[in-house]
């Protein structure tokens, strides 16, 4: 999608559709007012008939006739003035973009201006980008006809942002953009089924995305050479697949960066997770496939901020790998030494997550990162306590943990705060071994996770999201993510926290 900045009246801006957006109860703002005069009152009659409301992610469409240069003009809902914030807009831009993608629109206009909603116009800019760009995203590519009450949604071609405010934030909106369209790549990634996105495919999209970055080199291990290169937690995972394991590492390392502080970006890529000999239940277990959107994250926003061209090294660490059961499977009561040198008792090969990234975290704190933040769909647990919508955060750093935190709150990709504390560290006890992989407790599950990947962080900030209930959802959530599948959460968290990194 591109996108357009124009600085003319609304009313002179040729698109198919011509949106603005509308609180509840509804108040026309200045163009809205503009529009309403020249399309001869009709936005005012539907208004007083109620047709035309202002609830979250409504929309009204109507024909202008050829009385404006666009074909269409949308009112799109926002809700209660007071309490719009960015994601009212993503939502209302997400209905624009849908409804014109099924109608066969291409080109959408969208009105920013002081509409005196609470949002500011560089955070408006990027909401709309972001609505615009991943609401009427697709995820039936596999089928060979889209199905007769579901036409297949399209990408729009053009976003045409005008209005008074809108040079002022063009920037922002094509940044925002870049953003947008990587997070869409990261959800091709993690709707991919696991018979095509093996670990040695999705190896093979990491490299061929890195050789197109600036300033990036590729590197990767796979198979034999994980074990032969110590990292038996990760060799232990991947050793009950045909599929062999792998170790991607991105290092990008930008001129004008400071050389002291390096991003360590680390994402478990379980790209099937049945739980090895502690199979999981049947129920749901297509869903696991997913179980690699920390690292399909992690890689996609090492090209959002390559392609931007943030000032920032970063070291992407990705750990892929099958969790399968298995002749050749690792076993409950193995004991493997990580790539730390520790030992670890497995416990439960269905916590294979933590073994995986236990093994990156080190490594990508041995070679260079100054400061960690790992993404893991980790835990079933995470998503009964926080649903859809908040990912769990935790740490050794409060400062790197709300810098994280804050970073994703501002641009939708929300996280909570989680504790951790020395007291959990007893649930990690092993009698054979430095520690075991899980605990037979059910109480706290995210949080002994959590507490077992600390143990492989070294010295310096780590930041650990638990995004299993964000990642992937099991139905839509009513807002710009209307529809089930992958969100590319944590794409645009991570880019804005490199970006703020530099600032
Ligand atoms: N990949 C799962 C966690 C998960 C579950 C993510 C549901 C998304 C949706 C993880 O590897 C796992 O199986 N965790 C276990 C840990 C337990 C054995 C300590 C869990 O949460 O049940
Ligand atoms: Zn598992
Ligand atoms: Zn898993």
Known sequence: MDIDIVASP??????????????????????????????????????EDGELKGSRGRLTLLHSDG?????????????????????????????????????????????????????????????????????????????????????????????????????????????????????????????????????????????????????????????????EAGMGALAAVGQGSTNPPQLMTIRYEPEGARKEFVLGLIGKAITFDAGGLSLKPADKLDEMKSDMGGGAAVLAATAAIAELGIPLRVLTVVPASENMPGGRAFRPGDIITS????????????????????DALWHARQNGATHLVDLATLTGAMVVAMGDFYAGVFGNDAAWVEDVRAAGEAVGDHVWPWPLHETYRRHLHSTFADMKNSSEHRQGAPIYAARFLQEFVGEGPWAHLDIAGTAYLERGRGDYYSTPGATGYGVRLLTELAQRLTQ
Not at 26 to 42: A, C, K, T
Not at 339 to 358: C, F, M, P, Y
Request: proline share 5%; with cysteine; net charge negative.
């Open 10 to 47: 609304p009313t002179g801006v040729e698109a198919d559709v011509l949106a603005f957006p509308v609180p509840d109860p509804v108040v026309l703002p200045p163009s809205g007012q503009e529009i309403d005069r020249l399309v001869e009152g009709r936005l005012a009659h539907l208004i």
């Open 67 to 227: 009385r404006l240069q666009a074909h269409r003009v949308a009112a799109a809902g926002v809700g209660e003035r007071d309490e719009t914030d960015a994601d009212s807009l993503r939502t209302a831009a997400a209905a624009v973009a849908r409804r014109a993608s099924e109608i066969g629109a291409r080109t959408v206009a969208w009105v920013l201006e002081e509409n005196g909603l609470p949002v500011g116009a560089s955070d408006q800019a990027r909401a709309v980008v972001d609505g615009i760009a991943l609401g009427p995203y697709y995820a039936g590519r596999w089928k060979t006809k889209a199905d007769d009450d579901e036409e297949r949604t399209r990408e729009l071609e053009r976003l045409i942002l005008c209005g008074p405010g809108a040079e002022a934030v063009a920037e922002e909106a094509r940044r925002a953009n870049v953003i947008a369209r990587w997070t869409n790549r990261c959800r091709d990634l993690v709707n991919a089924p696991a018979n095509e996105l093996t670990p040695a495919r999705l190896t093979e999209w990491a490299e061929a995305t890195a050789s197109e970055l600036p300033s990036a080199r590729f590197e990767s291990i796979g198979g034999d050479e994980i074990r």
């Open 339 to 358: 790539l730390s040198g520790k030992t670890i008792e497995v416990t439960n090969t269905d916590a294979e997550g933590r073994l995986i990234l236990a």
